[in-house]
């Protein structure tokens, strides 16, 4: 086994027997650890120069070359002096990380994330099952239960009273009772009477013509 890096918390570096590997300074951490982000990218050196200082010094670009010289002798102490590194290499403008895939505890954590979340899966594992739809993403989950439980079957809605019977012609006045005249009206003797006419001649109940005195 190779070199272990770890940047989950302080930066440090193993060595294949589980030895810790002298990294010195913040600077020089701070160097592997932007590697590290880079996941096996170039990163050019002024773009390391611009991350390790707010105000770069004059000599900011030696300073680096020196950081990351140490840094090869910490990672790789079998390496000759002539002897190029295969750890951490120089390529273009700027410098990358080479380890392995299983040799950083942040590619390590990523790679676990995505397989929990139904990434990608590692090379050489299962492909993903795709989704109702065709395409490359996972299933959707279940949808949970509604609140309170299953619902079971809606229970019959209960019968309302019967409708009230319409009234017909002989309950509006048609043909039963006739209706009693309205308050206020007066027959046609009472009218006259009102109106200055002559009073009505009373009647014996035993003849239509007008009662005559006894003595006349």
């Given at each position: 086994?190779?070199?272990?890096?770890?940047?989950?918390?302080?930066?440090?570096?193993?060595?294949?027997?589980?030895?810790?590997?002298?990294?010195?300074?913040?600077?020089?951490?701070?160097?592997?650890?932007?590697?590290?982000?880079?996941?096996?990218?170039?990163v050019?050196?002024?773009?390391?120069?611009?991350?390790?200082?707010?105000?770069p010094?004059p000599d900011?670009?030696?300073?680096?070359?020196?950081?990351v010289?140490?840094?090869?002798?910490?990672?790789?102490?079998?390496?000759?002096?002539?002897?190029?590194?295969?750890l951490?290499?120089?390529?273009?403008?700027g410098?990358?990380?080479?380890?392995d895939?299983?040799?950083?505890?942040?590619?390590?954590?990523?790679?676990?994330?995505?397989?929990?979340?139904?990434g990608?899966?590692?090379?050489?594992?299962?492909?993903?099952?795709?989704?109702?739809?065709?395409?490359?993403?996972?299933?959707?989950?279940?949808q949970p239960?509604?609140?309170?439980?299953?619902?079971?079957?809606?229970?019959?809605?209960?019968?309302?009273?019967?409708?009230?019977?319409?009234?017909?012609?002989?309950?509006?006045?048609?043909?039963?009772?006739?209706?009693?005249?309205?308050?206020?009206?007066?027959t046609?003797s009472?009218?006259?009477?009102?109106?200055?006419?002559?009073?009505?001649?009373p009647t014996?109940?035993?003849?239509?013509?007008?009662?005559?005195?006894?003595?006349?």
């Amino acid at each position: 086994m190779g070199v272990a890096i770890g940047v989950l918390g302080p930066v440090q570096a193993w060595d294949g027997a589980g030895a810790q590997l002298a990294l010195k300074g913040p600077r020089h951490r701070a160097v592997l650890a932007r590697l590290v982000v880079a996941r096996r990218r170039v990163v050019p050196v002024n773009r390391l120069v611009e991350d390790l200082w707010t105000e770069p010094p004059p000599d900011a670009v030696g300073a680096l070359r020196t950081f990351v010289a140490a840094l090869r002798r910490a990672l790789e102490p079998e390496r000759a002096p002539r002897e190029r590194p295969r750890l951490l290499v120089t390529e273009g403008p700027g410098y990358a990380l080479r380890a392995d895939s299983d040799a950083v505890d942040a590619w390590c954590f990523e790679r676990d994330v995505e397989a929990a979340a139904g990434g990608p899966p590692p090379a050489g594992g299962p492909p993903r099952p795709r989704g109702a739809g065709g395409g490359g993403g996972a299933p959707p989950p279940p949808q949970p239960p509604p609140a309170g439980g299953p619902r079971g079957p809606r229970a019959p809605a209960r019968p309302g009273p019967p409708p009230r019977p319409t009234p017909g012609p002989a309950a509006a006045g048609g043909g039963g009772r006739p209706a009693p005249p309205p308050r206020g009206r007066q027959t046609g003797s009472r009218r006259r009477s009102a109106a200055g006419g002559a009073p009505p001649t009373p009647t014996s109940p035993t003849s239509r013509g007008p009662v005559r005195n006894a003595d006349g």
